[in-house]
């Protein structure tokens, strides 16, 4: 059954589903078109401010922030994940496997730890750890099925939003961001630090590592070939006073006083400081840190950088369609759909207070496939399940917890993100599609299940 899950959702991938930014800019041509079939006036008028809508939602100070965070969110994982320290962790637990069962298991648990603490981290880090595992085989000469080890690391994908860099709890966790004067600032208490999240990124690690190691047992798999050790990012730099002061550690001790004390002055002003900005900050400072001077963390910063495209262009085009959205009458109508299908499920006896939230997450898991993008899915997604659930009464950290679930579930049938593991271990993503497709499926019940426990 797995083999021919694999294939099809291959299959229907190459056939159906287009390259983000193609479908972004579909997106945004059908939401102006709804747009202005929908408004009120002559065609003219309708057009006019269907246009205004877009170019001000595409330009909007707040997206284009919320971009910049976001790009930072994976470079700055990426360089953590690469630094010596933490690539040095990775090749001694790697070191440590020595059967396929055990690569695969052991790749599944190192992603999807890495990811609750950053989702960055978590992809680039769990490539690392795929491509030592496969050296480790291939010096000791046991066999492993490659493409599984690498869905197992795409496994982060799987937890990576219910983690402690999830776009939308941390983008509504800050202070001034663009829903505030509908929902408020909702502390990380109450989304991703509550204790049904905590729960299932417990189960979550327990069990689909259990799975993985299920399905290597069935693989015979084969011994890679021993390869060169690939180039790290950091460099010496220049020699005299310019190289000194790059590789000083002075500079590192400098800027981590400054922002631990800038982090303090804001927990003594508002009480907490896990936001997206806190976030980005911490990482910041530990991959300096981890790479001990500028040099090195600079070189892992431009390499990390060549992943950020996609967020760069599509952002502001998710923005755009929000604009198009709030200019129109289309964000009431799809938060009036959204509440009806909702009191439709309670009409064959589930509560209004589960039907919604699950209604956001198979929303959030289909929308998923074709904008691959929490932060810019939250973008489009957002005004409209708030709205909804604010006409039901529905609390809102569960609603954001339902469609953090769903975002993060389908990205095991979406490839976008699959890109930066390809490149780190070689693997086409459509070898991992089948496999992961397969975990997203059995994952199912504990998602289900702790939804139903928010």
């Given at each position: 059954?797995?083999?021919?899950?694999?294939?099809?959702?291959?299959?229907?991938?190459?056939r159906?589903?287009?390259?983000?930014?193609?479908?972004?800019?579909?997106?945004?041509?059908?939401?102006?078109?709804?747009?202005?079939?929908?408004?009120?006036?002559?065609?003219?008028?309708?057009?006019?401010?269907?246009?205004?809508?877009?170019?001000?939602?595409?330009?909007?100070?707040?997206?284009?922030?919320?971009?910049?965070?976001?790009?930072l969110?994976?470079?700055?994982?990426?360089?953590?994940?690469?630094?010596?320290?933490?690539?040095?962790?990775?090749?001694?637990?790697?070191?440590?496997?020595?059967?396929?069962?055990?690569?695969?298991?052991?790749?599944?648990?190192?992603?999807?730890?890495?990811?609750?603490?950053?989702?960055?981290?978590?992809?680039?880090?769990?490539?690392?750890?795929a491509?030592?595992?496969?050296a480790?085989?291939a010096?000791?000469?046991?066999?492993?099925?490659?493409?599984?080890?690498?869905a197992?690391?795409?496994?982060s994908?799987?937890?990576?939003?219910?983690g402690?860099?999830?776009?939308?709890?941390?983008?509504?966790?800050?202070?001034?961001?663009?829903?505030?004067?509908?929902?408020?600032?909702?502390?990380?208490?109450?989304?991703?630090?509550?204790?049904?999240?905590?729960?299932?990124?417990?189960?979550?690690?327990?069990?689909?590592?259990?799975?993985?190691?299920?399905?290597?047992?069935?693989s015979?798999?084969?011994?890679?070939?021993?390869?060169?050790?690939?180039?790290?990012?950091?460099?010496?730099g220049?020699?005299?006073?310019?190289?000194?002061?790059?590789?000083?550690?002075?500079?590192?001790?400098?800027?981590?006083?400054?922002?631990?004390?800038?982090?303090?002055v804001?927990?003594?002003?508002?009480?907490?400081?896990?936001?997206?900005?806190?976030?980005?900050?911490?990482?910041?400072?530990?991959?300096?840190?981890?790479?001990?001077?500028?040099?090195?963390?600079?070189?892992?910063v431009?390499?990390?950088?060549?992943?950020v495209?996609?967020?760069?262009?599509?952002?502001?085009?998710?923005?755009?369609?929000?604009?198009?959205?709030?200019g129109?009458?289309?964000?009431?109508?799809?938060?009036?759909?959204?509440?009806?299908?909702?009191?439709?499920?309670?009409?064959?006896?589930?509560?209004?207070?589960?039907?919604?939230?699950?209604l956001?997450?198979?929303?959030?898991?289909?929308?998923?496939?074709?904008?691959?993008?929490?932060?810019?899915?939250?973008?489009?997604?957002?005004?409209?399940?708030?709205?909804?659930?604010?006409?039901?009464?529905?609390?809102?950290?569960?609603?954001?917890?339902?469609?953090?679930?769903?975002?993060?579930?389908?990205?095991m049938?979406?490839?976008?993100?699959?890109?930066?593991?390809?490149?780190?271990?070689?693997?086409?993503?459509?070898?991992?599609?089948?496999?992961?497709?397969?975990?997203?499926?059995?994952?199912?019940?504990?998602?289900?299940?702790?939804?139903?426990?928010?």
């Amino acid at each position: 059954m797995i083999p021919l899950l694999g294939r099809a959702t291959s299959r229907f991938a190459r056939r159906w589903i287009p390259d983000p930014l193609a479908f972004a800019i579909l997106l945004t041509g059908v939401s102006f078109v709804a747009t202005v079939a929908t408004g009120s006036g002559s065609f003219g008028s309708r057009s006019s401010v269907a246009l205004g809508s877009w170019y001000g939602g595409l330009w909007e100070a707040d997206g284009l922030a919320f971009a910049l965070q976001m790009c930072l969110i994976l470079v700055t994982g990426h360089a953590l994940a690469v630094s010596p320290p933490v690539r040095r962790g990775l090749r001694a637990a790697a070191s440590r496997v020595r059967t396929g069962t055990g690569a695969a298991a052991a790749t599944a648990v190192v992603s999807i730890a890495l990811a609750y603490v950053h989702w960055g981290l978590g992809l680039v880090g769990g490539g690392v750890f795929a491509r030592e595992v496969r050296a480790a085989a291939a010096r000791r000469g046991f066999a492993i099925d490659l493409p599984l080890v690498v869905a197992s690391a795409y496994l982060s994908l799987l937890v990576w939003h219910g983690g402690l860099s999830g776009s939308a709890p941390l983008l509504v966790a800050t202070p001034g961001h663009f829903l505030e004067d509908r929902m408020g600032v909702l502390p990380l208490t109450a989304t991703i630090l509550s204790p049904a999240n905590l729960v299932l990124c417990v189960a979550l690690l327990l069990a689909l590592p259990l799975l993985v190691a299920r399905l290597a047992r069935g693989s015979p798999g084969e011994v890679p070939a021993i390869e060169d050790e690939p180039e790290s990012a950091a460099t010496e730099g220049e020699g005299g006073p310019a190289g000194a002061i790059d590789r000083s550690p002075l500079l590192v001790v400098l800027f981590l006083a400054l922002a631990l004390g800038a982090l303090a002055v804001r927990v003594g002003e508002r009480g907490a400081a896990l936001d997206l900005n806190s976030i980005n900050l911490l990482f910041l400072v530990a991959g300096l840190v981890a790479h001990g001077g500028a040099r090195g963390y600079a070189a892992a910063v431009a390499e990390g950088a060549r992943g950020v495209g996609g967020i760069v262009v599509q952002f502001p085009l998710y923005f755009g369609i929000r604009g198009l959205l709030e200019g129109g009458v289309l964000l009431g109508a799809a938060a009036d759909a959204c509440a009806a299908g909702a009191q439709r499920l309670a009409g064959i006896g589930i509560p209004v207070t589960a039907a919604f939230p699950l209604l956001v997450f198979f929303l959030a898991a289909l929308v998923n496939v074709f904008i691959p993008s929490g932060g810019g899915q939250w973008v489009v997604q957002g005004p409209i399940v708030v709205e909804a659930a604010k006409a039901l009464a529905v609390p809102l950290p569960k609603v954001v917890l339902a469609f953090a679930y769903g975002d993060e579930w389908t990205n095991m049938v979406q490839p976008f993100w699959a890109l930066a593991l390809v490149g780190l271990t070689g693997v086409s993503a459509r070898a991992i599609l089948g496999t992961s497709a397969a975990l997203m499926l059995l994952s199912l019940p504990l998602f289900l299940l702790a939804i139903a426990l928010l």
